[in-house]
């Protein structure tokens, strides 16, 4: 939300204190944003940032919630309009694509100026999505492999794959496990598993991994 003055409502996530101090200074000395909380992660956290309801979360992660990776998505679901930008960042794409298929708008790396941080928090209220410009081109590359290997009509006659079935092989590909995968898409862990086993009968497959190689194999997924 923008708080009553008409400022970007931010939130500050991180687990230094200087750092959260720091950018709360930074960005309460503009006129067009307000921090409306800042916070290390704890288990009360959610109910703070829901309590003020911010427009964007800056948020510096820490090893913690990356081994929890659903907590953004759910971050989202219980802030309605929540953008996310990542901070302090490491210009890894397999990090960055996972911080892309949780739902952030933004990923700023370390080395990242005030500048940017304020340009990106302007930036994503506009939905605008904020990220290096080398890896916005390994995003493209990586979109661009994905439209080539996408399953043409035959193949899916062929398997018997439904569209969600499709989308959550590329998903189990992609190390999701059942519970990221029910967060990511707003579905029950059930629903997931549930769909899981129907690729299994259907695939003749003995578990995930093999359900994986099958669609690999029809080239439904890239090698």
């Known amino acids: ?26 960005l309460n000395r503009k006129s067009d944003i307000s921090v409306v909380g800042a916070a290390a992660y704890s288990a009360t956290v959610v109910q703070e940032m829901v309590a003020v309801s911010p427009q964007v979360l800056l948020f510096d992660p820490f090893p913690k919630v990356f081994s929890e990776f659903p907590f ?16 302090g960042m490491d210009p890894d794409k397999e990090l960055f694509f996972r911080c892309v298929r949780g739902g952030i708008a933004g990923y700023l790396l370390r080395d990242a100026t005030a500048n940017e941080v304020l340009a990106a928090v302007r930036g994503v ?3 605008e999505a904020v990220c290096p410009p080398h890896l916005c081109q390994v995003l493209f590359d990586y979109m661009a492999q994905e439209r080539a290997s996408f399953p043409n009509f035959l193949l899916k006659q062929q398997l018997g794959l439904t569209r969600r079935e499709q989308q959550l092989v590329q998903m189990i590909s992609g190390g999701f496990t059942n519970k990221e995968i029910a967060v990511e898409l707003g579905l029950s862990e059930q629903t997931v598993k549930n769909h899981v ?27």
């Open 1 to 26: 939300m923008i708080d009553r003055s008409g400022k970007i409502a931010v939130f500050l996530l991180a687990e230094n204190c200087l750092l959260r101090e720091a950018l709360a200074r930074i």
């Open 72 to 87: 953004i998505a759910g971050l989202r679901k219980s802030i309605a309009g929540l953008r996310v930008v990542m901070i």
């Open 125 to 127: 209220i506009k939905s």
């Open 197 to 223: 086993h129907r690729m299994l009968r259907k695939l003749g497959a003995g578990d995930r991994l093999a359900v994986v190689e099958v669609c690999r194999t029809h080239g439904l997924l890239p090698a």
